[in-house]
């Protein structure tokens, strides 16, 4: 009697190996972008919670506030997160002195009155400026206009050392129109750090 063996033989073995080779061309890249994307959205939120960990602080007045036309710098190292705020979503730290939150003071609030007519308060503008030890980050802007198209994986611009902040340049950043009539910023102290 004759046995009758079933198998694979080598061409269809190397056919599937070859279609699997494709579909690993093609699914790789694209989970790379995908996995790149995210950590370009979460870098953004994580630089939105810096933002508004410096607001809280403010109001809560462990800084200086500055006076019209006055801008303060805060290193994210010196603010606190509740998940952690060491390490950017790209697993390298931060660079303190090129990482900060920059609040400026454009001016009173234009039509919020008491009822003697006193203007109520002042307009603060959050701005901020990240990258960590791998080069990732971004040039600064203004919270509002923060994308995760705005990433870049090097060339970063240190905007946290700045001695003085143009109202044009910080205009070209920001989503609102500006309302200081100067054309500088002046900054308010020194730079708050951990």
Same mark, same amino acid.
């Given at each position: ?6 198998g ?16 690993m061309?093609?699914a ?13 959205k979460t ?13 809280n602080?403010m109001?809560?007045e462990m ?5 019209v ?9 010196a ?16 660079v303190?002195?090129? $990482? ?8 009173? *609030?234009?039509?919020? /009155? &008491? @009822?003697?007519?006193? #203007?109520?308060?002042?307009?603060f503008?959050y701005?901020?400026?990240m ?18 198209a705005d990433?870049k994986s090097?060339?970063?611009?240190d ?6 902040? $143009?109202?044009?340049?910080?205009q070209?950043?920001?989503? *609102?129109?500006?309302? /200081? &009539? @100067?054309?500088?910023? #002046?900054?308010?102290?020194s730079t708050y750090?951990?």
């Open positions: 009697m004759k046995k009758n063996k079933k694979f033989t080598l061409i269809e073995l190397l056919a599937v190996i070859v279609i699997l080779g494709i579909l061309a093609i790789i890249p694209s989970m790379n972008n995908v996995i790149r994307n995210s950590r370009k870098y953004i939120s994580t630089a939105q919670e810096f933002i508004s960990a410096a607001r602080n109001l809560a800084y200086t506030m500055p006076s036309g006055e801008y303060i710098v805060i290193q994210t190292s603010l606190e997160l509740e998940r952690g705020s060491e390490n950017s979503t790209f697993g390298k730290k931060y303190p002195q090129s $990482s900060c939150v920059i609040i400026v003071n454009d001016g009173t *609030k234009s039509g919020n /009155y &008491d @009822g003697s007519g006193e #203007t109520l308060g002042d307009e503008v701005f901020a400026n990258v960590d030890e791998g080069k990732y980050g971004f040039d600064l802007k203004e919270e509002n206009a923060l994308k995760p990433i090097s060339n970063v611009t905007s946290c050392s700045a001695a003085t902040l $143009s109202k044009d340049n910080l070209t950043v920001s989503e *609102k129109k500006l309302d /200081y &009539d @100067g054309a500088t910023y #002046t900054k308010k102290g750090t951990s």
